[in-house]
């Protein structure tokens, strides 16, 4: 870390892009998985680590997509989604829903049933949350996507976790930053 002074100067300029994005990467979160059906039948499915609850009454979630992403119309126009969040042993899975890809489930089908609106929900993970889109919200560069939860679920599974560009167990993320 840089002197305090630097670490807490208001960034201004695209030569700060990569201090800011390092300082946003040393939050450390969860991973998840979004998936959708389009209204053409199109299932696509993508990494994110923007979750977080919005509110209990009414059950409101939300995240936010990539304006540029090229799943990122199919968001916008299905009428469900489901946040599926990853477990400790699902980072090969993160990985790849992170690159993008024509058919992203076929390498993973037996992996996924049929969730609310024909969305793809993966059978095993750490929770579900089934939503109706709500709204959405275009700021700067992304789109916050809220979703109504009808339907939810959850297990004991460890979760992944996500940090200064690493992804992995809790443990392993805890070696690798005292390293
Ligand atoms: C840990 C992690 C978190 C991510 N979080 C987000 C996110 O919150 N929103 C987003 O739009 N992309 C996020 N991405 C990038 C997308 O997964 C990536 O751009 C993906 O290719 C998008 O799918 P698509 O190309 O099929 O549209 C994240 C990637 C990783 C590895």
Known sequence: MGSPSAETSAPSTGSDELRLRRSLGAFPTGVCLVTTVDPQGKREGMTINSFASLSLDPPLILWSVRTA????????????????????????????????????????????????????????????????????????????????????????????FFHAGRMGSIHELAESSIA
């Open 69 to 160: 992403a090229r799943s990122a119309a199919s968001f916008l126009t299905a009428s469900h989604f489901i946040v599926n969040v990853l477990s400790m042993d699902q980072k090969e899975l993160a990985l790849h829903f992170a690159r993008p890809s024509l058919d992203k489930f076929e390498a993973f089908e037996s992996m996924f049933d049929a969730g609310m609106g024909g969305c793809p929900r993966l059978k095993a993970c750490v929770s579900t949350f089934e939503c109706r889109r709500h709204a959405a919200h275009e700021e700067g560069d992304h789109i916050v996507l809220i979703g109504k939860i009808e339907r939810f679920d959850s297990t004991d599974l460890p979760p992944l």
